[in-house]
Protein backbone atom coordinates (compact mmCIF):
# COMPACT_ATOMS: atom_id res chain seq x y z
CA UNK A 1 0.00 0.00 0.00
CA UNK A 2 1.31 3.37 -0.77
CA UNK A 3 1.97 5.99 2.14
CA UNK A 4 -1.36 7.36 3.37
CA UNK A 5 -1.41 10.88 4.47
CA UNK A 6 -3.22 11.37 7.79
CA UNK A 7 -5.55 14.03 8.63
CA UNK A 8 -3.47 15.16 12.17
CA UNK A 9 -1.94 17.79 11.64
CA UNK A 10 1.19 18.60 13.84
CA UNK A 11 0.90 21.32 16.08
CA UNK A 12 3.75 24.05 16.62
CA UNK A 13 4.12 23.65 20.13
CA UNK A 14 5.35 20.45 22.44
CA UNK A 15 2.93 17.80 22.62
CA UNK A 16 1.78 14.09 23.40
CA UNK A 17 0.51 11.88 20.72
CA UNK A 18 -1.01 9.04 22.44
CA UNK A 19 -2.67 6.09 20.24
CA UNK A 20 -2.95 2.09 20.61
CA UNK A 21 -0.12 0.08 19.30
CA UNK A 22 -0.45 -0.64 15.53
CA UNK A 23 -2.07 3.33 14.62
CA UNK A 24 0.79 4.81 13.07
CA UNK A 25 2.32 7.06 15.46
CA UNK A 26 6.13 6.66 14.46
CA UNK A 27 5.62 6.54 11.04
CA UNK A 28 4.10 9.48 11.02
CA UNK A 29 6.26 11.34 13.22
CA UNK A 30 9.28 10.58 10.98
CA UNK A 31 7.92 11.92 8.03
CA UNK A 32 6.82 15.22 9.75
CA UNK A 33 9.73 15.32 11.53
CA UNK A 34 12.68 13.82 9.26
CA UNK A 35 15.43 15.45 10.92
CA UNK A 36 14.10 15.34 14.94
CA UNK A 37 16.20 14.05 18.02
CA UNK A 38 14.71 10.24 18.44
CA UNK A 39 14.86 8.90 21.91
CA UNK A 40 13.53 5.29 21.91
CA UNK A 41 12.91 3.97 25.08
CA UNK A 42 12.12 1.05 23.89
CA UNK A 43 15.84 0.78 23.41
CA UNK A 44 17.66 -0.82 26.08
CA UNK A 45 20.41 1.45 26.14
CA UNK A 46 18.61 4.11 26.20
CA UNK A 47 16.08 2.93 28.76
CA UNK A 48 18.67 1.72 31.34
CA UNK A 49 20.76 5.51 30.89
CA UNK A 50 17.53 7.30 31.16
CA UNK A 51 15.89 5.56 34.15
CA UNK A 52 18.94 5.31 35.70
CA UNK A 53 19.28 9.08 35.31
CA UNK A 54 16.51 11.21 33.89
CA UNK A 55 18.08 14.36 34.11
CA UNK A 56 20.73 12.41 31.11
CA UNK A 57 18.30 13.72 28.83
CA UNK A 58 19.68 17.35 29.49
CA UNK A 59 22.99 16.29 28.75
CA UNK A 60 21.46 14.08 25.42
CA UNK A 61 20.47 18.03 24.48
CA UNK A 62 23.62 19.44 24.69
CA UNK A 63 25.24 17.24 22.61
CA UNK A 64 23.17 18.34 19.40
CA UNK A 65 22.53 21.85 20.10
CA UNK A 66 21.46 21.86 16.18
CA UNK A 67 18.14 19.75 16.95
CA UNK A 68 15.50 22.06 17.40
CA UNK A 69 12.44 19.03 18.04
CA UNK A 70 13.01 16.06 20.14
CA UNK A 71 11.00 12.99 20.13
CA UNK A 72 10.39 10.27 23.00
CA UNK A 73 9.03 7.71 22.05
CA UNK A 74 7.09 5.40 24.31
CA UNK A 75 7.50 8.18 26.86
CA UNK A 76 5.15 5.90 29.83
CA UNK A 77 7.90 3.63 29.87
CA UNK A 78 9.71 6.33 32.29
CA UNK A 79 7.34 8.75 33.33
CA UNK A 80 10.29 9.96 35.51
CA UNK A 81 11.59 11.94 32.62
CA UNK A 82 8.56 14.13 32.17
CA UNK A 83 9.92 16.50 35.29
CA UNK A 84 12.53 16.73 33.15
CA UNK A 85 11.00 17.49 30.32
CA UNK A 86 9.25 20.11 32.40
CA UNK A 87 12.27 21.71 33.20
CA UNK A 88 13.52 22.16 29.76
CA UNK A 89 10.56 23.93 28.16
CA UNK A 90 10.63 26.32 30.75
CA UNK A 91 14.33 26.75 29.98
CA UNK A 92 14.54 26.41 25.93
CA UNK A 93 11.91 27.76 24.24
CA UNK A 94 12.92 27.33 20.89
CA UNK A 95 13.19 23.35 21.29
CA UNK A 96 9.63 21.68 20.54
CA UNK A 97 9.02 18.40 22.32
CA UNK A 98 7.32 15.45 21.00
CA UNK A 99 6.09 12.66 23.11
CA UNK A 100 4.17 9.35 21.76
CA UNK A 101 2.86 6.92 24.17
CA UNK A 102 0.56 3.58 23.86
CA UNK A 103 -0.71 3.30 27.23
CA UNK A 104 -1.88 6.18 29.60
CA UNK A 105 -1.56 3.95 32.98
CA UNK A 106 2.03 4.45 34.25
CA UNK A 107 1.30 8.43 33.54
CA UNK A 108 -1.93 8.01 35.68
CA UNK A 109 -0.33 5.98 37.94
CA UNK A 110 2.70 8.21 38.91
CA UNK A 111 0.64 11.06 39.05
CA UNK A 112 2.15 12.55 36.60
CA UNK A 113 0.20 16.23 35.48
CA UNK A 114 0.78 15.80 31.82
CA UNK A 115 3.41 18.88 31.97
CA UNK A 116 0.50 21.15 33.43
CA UNK A 117 -0.81 22.11 30.31
CA UNK A 118 2.19 23.56 28.28
CA UNK A 119 2.38 20.42 25.96
CA UNK A 120 -0.81 19.65 24.06
CA UNK A 121 -2.52 15.93 24.06
CA UNK A 122 -3.07 14.89 20.57
CA UNK A 123 -4.18 11.09 19.63
CA UNK A 124 -3.35 9.32 16.30
CA UNK A 125 -6.61 6.64 15.54
CA UNK A 126 -6.80 4.05 12.93
CA UNK A 127 -7.29 5.12 9.52
CA UNK A 128 -10.30 7.12 8.41
CA UNK A 129 -11.83 6.01 5.07
CA UNK A 130 -11.19 9.17 4.04
CA UNK A 131 -7.81 8.94 4.25
CA UNK A 132 -7.37 5.41 2.69
CA UNK A 133 -9.59 6.88 -0.30
CA UNK A 134 -10.16 4.64 -2.79
CA UNK A 135 -8.27 2.21 -0.71
CA UNK A 136 -11.61 1.51 1.73
CA UNK A 137 -13.23 -1.35 0.89
CA UNK A 138 -16.48 -1.44 3.60
CA UNK A 139 -16.70 -4.79 3.65
CA UNK A 140 -12.99 -5.61 4.32
CA UNK A 141 -12.78 -2.74 6.77
CA UNK A 142 -15.87 -4.94 9.03
CA UNK A 143 -13.55 -7.96 8.79
CA UNK A 144 -10.12 -7.06 9.95
CA UNK A 145 -10.52 -3.58 10.73
CA UNK A 146 -8.37 -0.36 9.79
CA UNK A 147 -5.30 -0.42 11.66
CA UNK A 148 -2.26 1.10 9.73
CA UNK A 149 -0.47 -2.09 11.14
CA UNK A 150 -3.36 -4.89 10.25
CA UNK A 151 -3.93 -2.99 6.75
CA UNK A 152 -0.87 -2.49 5.23
CA UNK A 153 0.86 -6.13 6.40
CA UNK A 154 1.00 -8.67 4.28
CA UNK A 155 -0.63 -11.57 5.92
CA UNK A 156 -3.54 -8.75 8.06
CA UNK A 157 -5.40 -12.24 9.63
CA UNK A 158 -2.61 -13.18 10.25
CA UNK A 159 -1.15 -9.78 12.06
CA UNK A 160 -4.47 -9.19 13.45
CA UNK A 161 -4.84 -12.75 15.20
CA UNK A 162 -1.99 -11.81 17.42
CA UNK A 163 -2.77 -8.02 18.00
CA UNK A 164 -4.81 -9.57 21.14
CA UNK A 165 -1.62 -11.84 22.15
CA UNK A 166 0.67 -8.46 21.51
CA UNK A 167 -1.02 -6.66 24.33
CA UNK A 168 -1.15 -9.96 26.49
CA UNK A 169 2.88 -10.19 26.47
CA UNK A 170 4.23 -6.96 26.25
CA UNK A 171 2.09 -4.54 28.13
CA UNK A 172 -0.11 -6.38 30.38
CA UNK A 173 2.47 -9.44 31.22
CA UNK A 174 5.38 -7.06 31.48
CA UNK A 175 4.06 -4.23 33.06
CA UNK A 176 2.52 -6.89 35.88
CA UNK A 177 -0.74 -5.29 34.66
CA UNK A 178 -2.73 -8.35 36.50
CA UNK A 179 -2.20 -10.83 38.73
CA UNK A 180 -4.03 -13.98 36.55
CA UNK A 181 -3.52 -13.84 33.02
CA UNK A 182 -6.33 -16.87 32.37
CA UNK A 183 -8.86 -14.59 34.00
CA UNK A 184 -7.81 -11.51 31.74
CA UNK A 185 -7.65 -13.57 28.79
CA UNK A 186 -11.49 -14.98 29.46
CA UNK A 187 -12.21 -11.46 30.19
CA UNK A 188 -11.46 -9.88 27.01
CA UNK A 189 -13.49 -12.47 25.27
CA UNK A 190 -16.42 -12.08 27.59
CA UNK A 191 -16.67 -8.04 27.21
CA UNK A 192 -16.53 -8.60 23.54
CA UNK A 193 -20.54 -9.51 23.76
CA UNK A 194 -20.63 -5.95 25.16
CA UNK A 195 -19.08 -4.53 21.57
CA UNK A 196 -21.89 -1.83 21.06
CA UNK A 197 -23.70 -2.57 23.99
CA UNK A 198 -24.54 -0.86 27.13
CA UNK A 199 -21.70 -1.96 29.82
CA UNK A 200 -23.28 -3.80 32.69
CA UNK A 201 -20.05 -4.74 34.46
CA UNK A 202 -21.56 -7.15 36.79
CA UNK A 203 -22.91 -8.98 34.02
CA UNK A 204 -19.22 -9.43 32.54
CA UNK A 205 -18.07 -10.14 35.83
CA UNK A 206 -19.99 -13.48 36.35
CA UNK A 207 -19.36 -14.48 32.49
CA UNK A 208 -15.83 -14.21 33.19
CA UNK A 209 -15.88 -15.75 36.62
CA UNK A 210 -14.30 -12.83 38.27
CA UNK A 211 -15.43 -10.18 41.26
CA UNK A 212 -17.26 -7.28 39.81
CA UNK A 213 -13.89 -5.29 41.03
CA UNK A 214 -11.82 -7.05 39.16
CA UNK A 215 -13.80 -6.62 36.11
CA UNK A 216 -13.56 -3.20 36.56
CA UNK A 217 -10.25 -3.21 36.84
CA UNK A 218 -9.67 -4.51 33.56
CA UNK A 219 -11.76 -2.27 31.74
CA UNK A 220 -10.19 0.46 33.03
CA UNK A 221 -6.77 -1.16 31.83
CA UNK A 222 -8.28 -1.91 28.51
CA UNK A 223 -9.10 2.06 28.47
CA UNK A 224 -5.80 2.71 29.76
CA UNK A 225 -4.09 1.10 27.06
CA UNK A 226 -6.28 2.77 24.17
CA UNK A 227 -7.86 -0.92 23.37
CA UNK A 228 -11.54 0.30 24.44
CA UNK A 229 -13.66 3.58 25.04
CA UNK A 230 -17.14 4.51 26.65
CA UNK A 231 -19.38 6.86 24.72
CA UNK A 232 -21.46 8.66 27.67
CA UNK A 233 -25.24 9.37 27.61
CA UNK A 234 -26.72 12.32 26.16
CA UNK A 235 -29.15 14.01 29.00
CA UNK A 236 -28.91 17.64 28.36
CA UNK A 237 -32.77 18.90 28.55
CA UNK A 238 -33.41 15.48 29.10
CA UNK A 239 -37.68 14.95 28.70
CA UNK A 240 -37.72 11.54 29.16
CA UNK A 241 -36.73 8.89 32.39
CA UNK A 242 -32.72 7.40 30.58
CA UNK A 243 -30.66 4.67 30.68
CA UNK A 244 -27.95 4.49 33.49
CA UNK A 245 -25.17 2.88 31.63
CA UNK A 246 -22.58 4.09 28.95
CA UNK A 247 -21.79 2.27 25.54
CA UNK A 248 -18.76 0.35 25.78
CA UNK A 249 -16.73 -0.80 22.87
CA UNK A 250 -13.21 -2.06 21.17
CA UNK A 251 -11.36 0.64 19.64
CA UNK A 252 -11.29 -0.84 15.54
CA UNK A 253 -13.97 -3.97 14.55
CA UNK A 254 -11.30 -6.19 13.37
CA UNK A 255 -9.98 -6.47 16.66
CA UNK A 256 -13.46 -7.04 18.34
CA UNK A 257 -14.16 -9.72 15.78
CA UNK A 258 -10.74 -11.33 16.27
CA UNK A 259 -11.14 -11.09 20.17
CA UNK A 260 -15.37 -12.57 19.93
CA UNK A 261 -15.89 -16.04 19.97
CA UNK A 262 -18.11 -17.79 17.49
CA UNK A 263 -20.33 -20.55 17.50
CA UNK A 264 -23.22 -22.02 16.54
CA UNK A 265 -25.80 -19.68 18.22
CA UNK A 266 -23.84 -16.65 17.20
CA UNK A 267 -25.69 -14.70 14.39
CA UNK A 268 -22.67 -13.71 11.19
CA UNK A 269 -25.61 -10.63 11.17
CA UNK A 270 -25.54 -9.62 14.70
CA UNK A 271 -21.57 -9.68 14.75
CA UNK A 272 -21.73 -7.43 11.67
CA UNK A 273 -24.04 -5.33 12.69
CA UNK A 274 -22.03 -4.97 16.10
CA UNK A 275 -18.63 -4.59 13.73
CA UNK A 276 -20.60 -1.71 11.54
CA UNK A 277 -21.68 0.62 14.52
CA UNK A 278 -17.97 -0.30 15.81
CA UNK A 279 -16.54 1.18 13.09
CA UNK A 280 -18.68 4.17 12.97
CA UNK A 281 -18.48 5.06 16.32
CA UNK A 282 -14.46 5.05 15.55
CA UNK A 283 -14.82 7.17 12.62
CA UNK A 284 -16.49 9.76 14.43
CA UNK A 285 -14.06 9.50 17.43
CA UNK A 286 -11.29 10.64 14.99
CA UNK A 287 -13.14 12.96 13.06
CA UNK A 288 -14.01 14.91 16.37
CA UNK A 289 -10.40 14.46 17.81
CA UNK A 290 -8.47 15.66 14.29
CA UNK A 291 -11.32 18.84 13.95
CA UNK A 292 -9.71 20.19 17.41
CA UNK A 293 -13.31 21.57 18.84
CA UNK A 294 -15.57 21.27 21.58
CA UNK A 295 -17.81 19.18 19.59
CA UNK A 296 -18.42 15.56 21.89
CA UNK A 297 -19.89 12.20 20.96
CA UNK A 298 -22.85 10.76 23.31
CA UNK A 299 -25.95 8.38 22.36
CA UNK A 300 -29.03 8.58 23.58
CA UNK A 301 -31.57 6.18 24.97
CA UNK A 302 -34.64 6.12 26.75
CA UNK A 303 -35.62 3.63 29.84
CA UNK A 304 -38.50 2.35 27.36
CA UNK A 305 -35.56 1.20 25.12
CA UNK A 306 -35.58 4.08 22.32
CA UNK A 307 -32.39 4.42 20.85
CA UNK A 308 -29.90 6.30 19.35
CA UNK A 309 -26.61 5.26 18.51
CA UNK A 310 -24.44 8.58 18.20
CA UNK A 311 -25.38 12.19 19.27
CA UNK A 312 -22.73 14.83 18.31
CA UNK A 313 -23.45 17.74 20.20
CA UNK A 314 -21.62 21.07 19.95
CA UNK A 315 -20.53 24.19 17.91
CA UNK A 316 -22.06 22.33 14.40
CA UNK A 317 -25.26 22.05 16.71
CA UNK A 318 -27.43 18.37 17.43
CA UNK A 319 -26.82 15.58 15.11
CA UNK A 320 -28.29 12.28 16.00
CA UNK A 321 -26.79 9.15 13.70
CA UNK A 322 -28.67 5.48 13.88
CA UNK A 323 -26.72 2.94 11.86
CA UNK A 324 -28.10 -0.26 11.35
CA UNK A 325 -26.64 -3.23 8.92
CA UNK A 326 -29.86 -3.38 6.78
CA UNK A 327 -29.78 -2.49 2.59
CA UNK A 328 -33.57 -2.03 3.20
CA UNK A 329 -35.33 1.13 5.22
CA UNK A 330 -38.28 -0.15 7.64
CA UNK A 331 -40.34 1.80 9.41
CA UNK A 332 -39.05 0.91 13.20
CA UNK A 333 -35.82 1.76 12.26
CA UNK A 334 -36.14 5.18 12.22
CA UNK A 335 -38.32 5.24 15.14
CA UNK A 336 -36.01 6.43 17.90
CA UNK A 337 -35.06 9.12 15.75
CA UNK A 338 -37.90 10.35 15.37
CA UNK A 339 -38.83 10.35 19.21
CA UNK A 340 -35.28 12.00 19.76
CA UNK A 341 -36.40 15.12 17.18
CA UNK A 342 -39.30 15.45 18.68
CA UNK A 343 -37.03 15.81 22.01
CA UNK A 344 -34.70 18.22 20.32
CA UNK A 345 -36.92 19.86 17.49
CA UNK A 346 -33.71 21.84 16.80
CA UNK A 347 -31.86 18.42 15.87
CA UNK A 348 -30.72 16.99 12.26
CA UNK A 349 -30.98 13.31 11.89
CA UNK A 350 -29.23 10.77 9.66
CA UNK A 351 -29.82 7.11 9.32
CA UNK A 352 -27.08 5.18 8.30
CA UNK A 353 -27.65 1.63 5.83
CA UNK A 354 -26.05 -0.49 3.63
CA UNK A 355 -28.41 0.13 1.05
CA UNK A 356 -27.32 2.19 -2.09
CA UNK A 357 -30.05 5.08 -2.79
CA UNK A 358 -30.26 8.33 -0.16
CA UNK A 359 -33.32 9.41 0.47
CA UNK A 360 -35.28 11.42 3.30
CA UNK A 361 -38.19 10.18 5.04
CA UNK A 362 -39.52 12.75 7.01
CA UNK A 363 -37.24 15.02 8.90
CA UNK A 364 -34.69 12.10 8.73
CA UNK A 365 -31.97 11.65 5.63
CA UNK A 366 -31.17 8.39 4.70
CA UNK A 367 -27.81 7.79 3.52
CA UNK A 368 -25.56 4.65 2.70
CA UNK A 369 -23.17 4.28 5.76
CA UNK A 370 -20.09 3.60 3.30
CA UNK A 371 -20.73 7.02 1.90
CA UNK A 372 -21.31 8.42 5.03
CA UNK A 373 -17.49 7.28 6.06
CA UNK A 374 -16.06 8.30 2.67
CA UNK A 375 -16.98 11.77 2.84
CA UNK A 376 -16.23 12.05 7.30
CA UNK A 377 -13.15 14.09 7.23
CA UNK A 378 -12.37 16.95 9.98
CA UNK A 379 -11.86 19.67 7.44
CA UNK A 380 -15.75 18.80 6.54
CA UNK A 381 -18.86 19.90 9.22
CA UNK A 382 -21.48 17.49 9.34
CA UNK A 383 -23.90 19.74 7.29
CA UNK A 384 -21.37 19.16 4.45
CA UNK A 385 -20.38 15.63 4.96
CA UNK A 386 -24.64 14.95 4.64
CA UNK A 387 -25.09 18.23 2.29
CA UNK A 388 -29.05 17.04 2.01
CA UNK A 389 -29.65 18.77 5.76
Avoid at 350 to 359: A, D, M, N, P
Amino acid sequence: MESVNRFLKPPKRSFFLFGPRGTGKSTWLRQQYPDALWIDLLDPGTFRQLKGKPESLRNTLLEHPGKKIVVIDEVQKIPEILDIVHLLIEEKKSIQFVMTGSSARKLKRAGVNLLAGRALLKTLHPFMAAELKESFRLKEALNIGTLPLIVKGEEPEKILNAYGGLYLREEVMTEGLVRNIPDFSRFLESISFSHASLLNISNVARECQVHQKTAEGYVRILEDLLLSFQIPLFRKRAKRRLSSHPKWYYFDPGVFRSLRPKGPFDRTEEIEGAALEGLVAEHLRSYLAYRDLDDQLFFWRTEHGLEVDFVVYGEQGIFALEVKNTTKIRPDDLTSLQHFQEDYSESSAVFLYRGKETLKKGRIWCMPCEEFLRKLRPDRTLKNVVPYF
